[in-house]
């Protein structure tokens, strides 16, 4: 596993605007004290997974923020609703099924914590996500 895994708390913006409730969930997230992890949010999805983008915004974010210890290298991310979840994880199921990467689901935050498998999940999506699963 992951020592201290970097978690990105995604919001539809990187600012904190009272007008968008999940940045200001994210923010209030991101300023409880979290063991064994960095947290931060809000971020967008490009800055959570990509150093590019991370390059690209650098200009208009803030030098000495705590956003760059999770920026662009994310290991977790944490969807602010139900909706926004299920949209990303069927956009990252379409990019498995092209071999683009690997998935592997389980909610946690519930007792017991599950293994998330779907009707259209493939082979190797469900073995990564049971192999996770039964790691925990």
Known sequence: GIAVP???LLA???KVIQA???TMLANDLTDAHWHNAIVYGP???DLAIDP?????????LPDDSPMYQVAGKADILVCPSLD???????VIMEIVKYGLGTFAGVTVG????CNSTSRAY???AISSSTASFLRK
């Not at 983008?53 to 208009?60: G, P, R």
């Open 6 to 8: 970097k978690v990105a």
């Open 12 to 14: 539809g913006n990187e």
């Open 20 to 22: 968008l409730p999940s």
């Open 43 to 45: 971020l967008s999805l």
């Open 52 to 60: 590019e983008s991370v390059e690209l915004k650098k200009e208009t």
């Open 84 to 90: 926004s979840a299920n949209i990303l994880y069927k």
């Open 110 to 113: 519930v007792n017991p914590s």
């Open 122 to 124: 493939h082979c190797r």
